[in-house]
């Protein structure tokens, strides 16, 4: 943007012109606590870590299971990747084995991928405790597993696990094991801060004594976040010459997560002026960052540097103020450069120039008595419980209303909720988990409704899983064919709150409804003493919403 000031940083001469990211998102990654996936996701997200353009993605481990093992045989022929290349992984051979008998090697020269990576002990307590062995058949194991796969024409990168706890404890054994790989032919010495225990000034010394260690050796990272500093260490890690870090995408990983690469890569590129990505592909990482999330039913993390939606929205008043002048002002880099945009936030902090500010942003023109009118209407709301800056949508039409605005597709007369319990009646598998003594019990809702759509009034009915799927279903059988674009409209999440939970049953509650039109994404809220009051509420506003920006 030609009115930012340019926050490119400055390339120090030291550190590399180029780092190689390195994605293990459909390996470590779904070691993550609540990720599951099926081979139809993993290709998927492989097709999305290539989009994005980072340099490998290590798809798993094959002959571990048969998801791997599938995954492998239909990447051949179904992947086409473009930017990246395929990585499979597995472990050294067996302590006292043979390579050319050993069957996680074999797996690995029949994976069909040009790379794998390795992983191999590299402190010594774990071979002489994990693997009950000898440190020589430690450093053996290493060394005569590389040789044997750089004799099959793989390209190898090798996994030192545990290297950083092994070095503070022995660094003779851990250069060693290094020292074996890199006599074998390896391309890659990664350095894995396994436990995750390392912090940033231990790992940018012990890095820079490998470097200069294995000079014209390509040195890699990969760090877990397990003292939160995953990004930080693998950041010192390039300071000190590492030219190769793995991460996952969103932080996935095993325990706490693993560099982020979401954060890392502009790190890297936009605060330290290190080529990562391809020209031009940095700002799809916000894409690929909820992308991902989805494929991998996660919630999206708002607060997330970078691609979060909270990353760049603002609502103190004094700050939105001054970026309404200057963009530049509260934001450390340009949103669009991650492919991310500016929000403000509308809540009872805000100030007029907040509000003016999301009006023009919403496309809404907002003269200064109609801005006080919604400020104050805001404030009111707010207090009764509503919260806008959680939901966009309902905020919109709150604007819209402010201008005379009123919406014509439909009016309310009633609806009935009928929710109707009988024991021993059709259960699902939901119904069934939470009944495990064996009391099987049926619960249908049917909701009968009464709308008035121009001259004509319309009574329809809808049944569902529970009273809002009810309601959605009857409101579009009563309008649907009036408005056949709300078959575009689709419910993705719905959340209640309980705003005072001293009243217990009788308290008041907040529903936010998330919904999508395309790739449109909206919020709508309401708030009642009645649960179903509130969902309708929502509901009624994310349907006119859609209503009002289809074509």
């Given at each position: 943007m030609s009115d930012r000031i340019d926050r490119i940083g400055k390339h120090d001469p030291a550190w590399p012109e180029r780092v190689e990211i390195f994605d293990t998102t459909l390996r470590d990654g779904t070691q993550f606590e609540g990720i599951s996936v099926t081979v139809d996701d993993k290709l998927r997200v492989a097709e999305q870590l290539d989009y994005l353009g980072v340099d490998w993605i290590e798809g798993g481990w094959p002959g571990a299971n048969p998801k791997d093992e599938e995954f492998f045989a239909r990447a051949a022929t179904e992947l086409d990747l473009g930017a990246s290349t395929l990585v499979a992984f597995g472990s050294t051979r067996r302590a006292k084995g043979r390579v050319d008998q050993d069957p996680t090697l074999a797996n690995l020269v029949n994976a069909g991928t040009s790379t794998v990576c390795i992983v191999g002990k590299s402190w010594d307590?774990?071979?002489?405790?994990?693997?009950?062995?000898?440190?020589?058949?430690?450093?053996?194991?290493?060394?005569?597993?590389?040789?044997?796969?750089?004799?099959?024409?793989?390209?190898?990168?090798?996994?030192?696990?545990?290297?950083?706890?092994?070095?503070?404890?022995?660094?003779?054994?851990?250069?060693?094991?290094?020292?074996?790989?890199?006599?074998?032919?390896?391309?890659?010495?990664?350095?894995?801060?396994?436990?995750?225990?390392?912090?940033?000034?231990?790992?940018?010394?012990?890095?820079?004594?490998?470097?200069?260690?294995?000079?014209?050796?390509?040195?890699?990272?990969?760090?877990?976040?397990?003292?939160?500093?995953?990004?930080?260490?693998?950041?010192?890690?390039?300071?000190?010459?590492?030219?190769?870090?793995?991460?996952?995408?969103?932080?996935?990983?095993?325990?706490?997560?693993?560099?982020?690469?979401?954060?890392?890569?502009?790190?890297?590129?936009?605060?330290?002026?290190?080529?990562?990505?391809?020209?031009?592909?940095?700002?799809?990482?916000?894409?690929?960052?909820?992308?991902?999330?989805?494929?991998?039913?996660?919630?999206?993390?708002?607060?997330?540097?970078y691609v979060g939606q909270s990353a760049f929205a603002h609502k103190a008043g004094l700050h939105t103020s001054a970026i309404a002048r200057r963009p530049d002002s509260y934001e450390h880099v340009d949103p669009s450069a991650v492919g991310n945009r500016t929000r403000f936030l509308i809540s009872d902090l805000s100030g007029k120039a907040s509000l003016e500010f999301k009006a023009k942003e919403l496309g809404i023109e907002l003269q200064p008595l109609q801005l006080t009118a919604v400020l104050d209407q805001l404030k009111e709301l707010e207090n009764a419980g509503y919260h806008f800056e959680a939901a966009d949508g309902s905020l919109e039409l709150l604007m819209q209303r402010a201008t005379g605005w009123r919406h014509e597709y439909f009016s309310l007369e009633s609806y009935r909720v009928i929710v109707e319990h009988r024991p021993g009646g059709p259960v699902g598998a939901a119904q069934a988990a939470r009944n495990p003594l064996g009391h099987i019990e049926g619960v249908d809702t049917e909701v009968t409704i009464k709308i008035q759509v121009g001259e004509d009034r319309i009574l329809a009915t809808g049944e569902g899983n529970g009273p809002v799927n009810a309601l959605d279903a009857a409101l579009r059988a009563a309008i649907g064919d009036r408005y056949p674009q709300l078959a575009e409209v689709h419910l993705t999440d719905y959340k209640v709150r309980v705003l005072d939970s001293e009243s217990g049953t009788g308290a008041i509650t907040r529903v936010l409804i998330d919904s999508t039109v395309g790739d449109q994404r909206y919020t709508t809220i309401g708030v009642s003493e009645n649960i179903i009051e509130a969902s309708w509420q929502a509901l009624v506003d994310s349907v006119v919403l859609s209503l009002l920006h289809s074509p």
């Amino acid at each position: 943007m030609s009115d930012r000031i340019d926050r490119i940083g400055k390339h120090d001469p030291a550190w590399p012109e180029r780092v190689e990211i390195f994605d293990t998102t459909l390996r470590d990654g779904t070691q993550f606590e609540g990720i599951s996936v099926t081979v139809d996701d993993k290709l998927r997200v492989a097709e999305q870590l290539d989009y994005l353009g980072v340099d490998w993605i290590e798809g798993g481990w094959p002959g571990a299971n048969p998801k791997d093992e599938e995954f492998f045989a239909r990447a051949a022929t179904e992947l086409d990747l473009g930017a990246s290349t395929l990585v499979a992984f597995g472990s050294t051979r067996r302590a006292k084995g043979r390579v050319d008998q050993d069957p996680t090697l074999a797996n690995l020269v029949n994976a069909g991928t040009s790379t794998v990576c390795i992983v191999g002990k590299s402190w010594d307590y774990h071979v002489t405790e994990a693997l009950r062995t000898t440190l020589d058949e430690g450093v053996a194991m290493v060394q005569d597993s590389v040789e044997y796969l750089k004799a099959q024409g793989l390209r190898v990168f090798f996994d030192a696990e545990h290297f950083f706890d092994g070095y503070k404890r022995n660094p003779e054994f851990t250069l060693r094991v290094l020292e074996g790989a890199a006599t074998a032919g390896v391309d890659t010495l990664v350095l894995c801060d396994t436990n995750g225990g390392s912090l940033p000034h231990e790992v940018e010394a012990i890095v820079a004594d490998v470097v200069k260690h294995f000079e014209g050796v390509t040195i890699g990272m990969h760090t877990q976040n397990d003292t939160g500093c995953a990004v930080a260490n693998a950041v010192a890690g390039v300071v000190s010459g590492a030219t190769h870090v793995q991460g996952t995408i969103n932080g996935y990983g095993e325990r706490t997560g693993n560099c982020d690469n979401t954060v890392l890569v502009p790190n890297l590129s936009l605060k330290m002026g290190i080529r990562t990505l391809p020209d031009g592909h940095l700002d799809r990482l916000t894409q690929v960052s909820h992308h991902v999330a989805e494929l991998v039913n996660m919630p999206l993390m708002n607060q997330q540097p970078y691609v979060g939606q909270s990353a760049f929205a603002h609502k103190a008043g004094l700050h939105t103020s001054a970026i309404a002048r200057r963009p530049d002002s509260y934001e450390h880099v340009d949103p669009s450069a991650v492919g991310n945009r500016t929000r403000f936030l509308i809540s009872d902090l805000s100030g007029k120039a907040s509000l003016e500010f999301k009006a023009k942003e919403l496309g809404i023109e907002l003269q200064p008595l109609q801005l006080t009118a919604v400020l104050d209407q805001l404030k009111e709301l707010e207090n009764a419980g509503y919260h806008f800056e959680a939901a966009d949508g309902s905020l919109e039409l709150l604007m819209q209303r402010a201008t005379g605005w009123r919406h014509e597709y439909f009016s309310l007369e009633s609806y009935r909720v009928i929710v109707e319990h009988r024991p021993g009646g059709p259960v699902g598998a939901a119904q069934a988990a939470r009944n495990p003594l064996g009391h099987i019990e049926g619960v249908d809702t049917e909701v009968t409704i009464k709308i008035q759509v121009g001259e004509d009034r319309i009574l329809a009915t809808g049944e569902g899983n529970g009273p809002v799927n009810a309601l959605d279903a009857a409101l579009r059988a009563a309008i649907g064919d009036r408005y056949p674009q709300l078959a575009e409209v689709h419910l993705t999440d719905y959340k209640v709150r309980v705003l005072d939970s001293e009243s217990g049953t009788g308290a008041i509650t907040r529903v936010l409804i998330d919904s999508t039109v395309g790739d449109q994404r909206y919020t709508t809220i309401g708030v009642s003493e009645n649960i179903i009051e509130a969902s309708w509420q929502a509901l009624v506003d994310s349907v006119v919403l859609s209503l009002l920006h289809s074509p």
